[in-house]
């Protein structure tokens, strides 16, 4: 079992935990359930592994890993509605509004956000360090938020319209995919109580990371189906040629800011196996 095995499994047994109840909760823990478990967890393996990376027990940064996907399952399920992108599937299975309805779907992704930030400040980590889940807390909201991922979707929407400048797609990307990205590298760092240089260079590699990925998701949807590939898709505005190359560029931008970690004496085989996953990804695009 490989360490992104390991840690999906990990974050996964633990959602269950949070998020399963009967009774008159019966049906929203249903649908959030259903929404929370089955994606890759990157992020929440990110947070787990910069913390591991730090020298802090997985355990302590559980809290931290669980909150960054239940704002990526949220996020997901409030794009997948008709009022947004209109998907019917995710995952391979019905969309969360497929299976349980807009109405509950909407609420399963406002209780996966709200619930977010009530798992780290309920955890046994934020009792024993108030002020890293404080740090955490902030970081989430402010990256999830309208000056970040939200931020990121409404200028999507927009552009879902219009044609838009290359720059203008970097910055769509930026806020709509590296931002929750970043906030994860970064409470991950929290969580280890790490310091500012620490945390710098974290947000070096994420973002980076989170550049290439939203451009080898790209790369995929468009070799999946190019006739119904979105207008403003890196592949259409950059072409595929420039894509791959660009998703070549940005995981070596993310490999270099590695040396900062290894030039400290910190174990960084984590995150160039993470990287080797994204080559892959592009490579069977
Ligand atoms: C609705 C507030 C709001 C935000 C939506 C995340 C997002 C912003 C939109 C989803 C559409 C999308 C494909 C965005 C790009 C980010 C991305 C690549 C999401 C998919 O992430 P994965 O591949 O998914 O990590 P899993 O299923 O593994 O969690």
Not at 186 to 205: S, T, V
Not at 212 to 234: G, H, I, K, R, T
């Amino acid at each position: 079992m490989s360490f992104l095995d390991e840690d999906r499994a990990l974050i996964e047994d633990a959602l269950k935990k949070e998020f399963t109840c009967g009774g008159d909760y019966k049906k929203i823990s249903e649908a959030v359930l259903y929404s929370v478990i089955g994606g890759k967890m990157v992020r929440g393996t990110i947070a787990l592994e910069f913390a591991a990376m730090l020298k802090t027990d997985k355990k302590e940064a559980l809290p931290y890993a669980e909150a960054v996907e239940c704002i990526q399952a949220y996020s997901l399920i409030h794009d997948d509605l008709p009022c947004m992108d209109n998907d019917d599937m995710r995952r391979g299975k019905p969309s969360c509004h497929i299976a349980f309805g807009e109405a509950t779907a909407m609420l399963a992704g406002d209780a996966l956000l709200t619930h977010a930030f009530s798992v780290i400040a309920k955890s046994q980590s934020a009792v024993k360090y108030p002020e890293r889940a404080v740090k955490a807390v902030g970081i989430l909201s402010e990256k999830a938020g309208f000056k970040g991922m939200v931020g990121g979707q409404v200028l999507d929407l927009e552009a879902a319209e219009k044609e838009v400048s290359g720059n203008e797609l970097l910055l769509i990307h930026r806020l709509k995919t590296a931002a929750l990205i970043e906030a994860a590298a970064l409470i991950g760092c929290a969580a280890a109580g790490a310091n500012d240089e620490i945390c710098g260079y974290a947000k070096a590699f994420s973002s980076e990371f989170g550049a290439a990925f939203q451009m080898v998701d790209d790369l995929l949807d468009y070799n999946e189906n190019p006739a119904e590939c979105e207008l403003n898709s890196y592949v259409k505005i950059f072409g595929e040629d420039k894509t791959k190359a660009d998703i070549y560029a940005a995981i070596t931008r993310a490999g270099s800011a590695l040396y900062d970690f290894d030039r400290l004496g910190y174990d960084t085989g984590a995150f160039a196996s993470l990287l080797g996953f994204l080559i892959e990804r592009a490579d069977n695009s």
